[in-house]
């Protein structure tokens, strides 16, 4: 199937930026969409952003103007980069996958997430 490998999390001071990364890997034939979700503690997880492969791109409303998703085709890879980080954006971001695989019966479909990365932003 396909695995993510997501990095670049970390604790940041307020009005700083950070960049994230999901590398997708497997027995890839298409990716669709990429996109990224946070689930903060007692919350339920939500979309930040997300982009198709026709590249039309969705935002949260309470990270647009900050925050900018994007990707590397050839690399199989999503990012996204966090300015005016505020307290609020504290949470574990997932990377979410979606497309097609290479089966033996022919293409699948794969609805894959990343294991999380933890991002912190102190006040």
């Known amino acids: 199937q396909v695995q993510l490998v997501e990095s670049g999390g970390g604790l940041v001071q307020a009005g700083g930026s950070l960049r994230l990364s999901c590398a997708a890997s497997?027995?890839?034939?298409?990716?669709?969409?990429m996109g990224w979700y946070r689930q903060a503690p007692g919350n339920q997880r939500e979309l930040v952003a997300e982009?198709?492969?026709?590249?039309?791109?969705t935002y949260a409303d309470s990270v647009k103007g900050r925050f900018t998703i994007s990707r590397d085709n050839a690399k199989n890879t999503a990012y996204l980069k966090m300015n005016n980080l505020k307290p609020e954006d504290t949470a574990v971001y997932y990377c979410?996958?979606?497309?097609?695989?290479?089966?033996?019966?022919?293409?699948?479909?794969?609805?894959?997430w990343g294991q999380g990365t933890q991002v912190t932003v102190s006040s």
């Open positions: 982009q198709t492969s026709g590249g039309n791109i």
């Open positions: 979410r996958v979606s497309g097609s695989v290479q089966a033996m019966s022919g293409p699948l479909p794969y609805d894959s």
């Open positions: 497997g027995s890839i034939l298409s990716i669709n969409t």
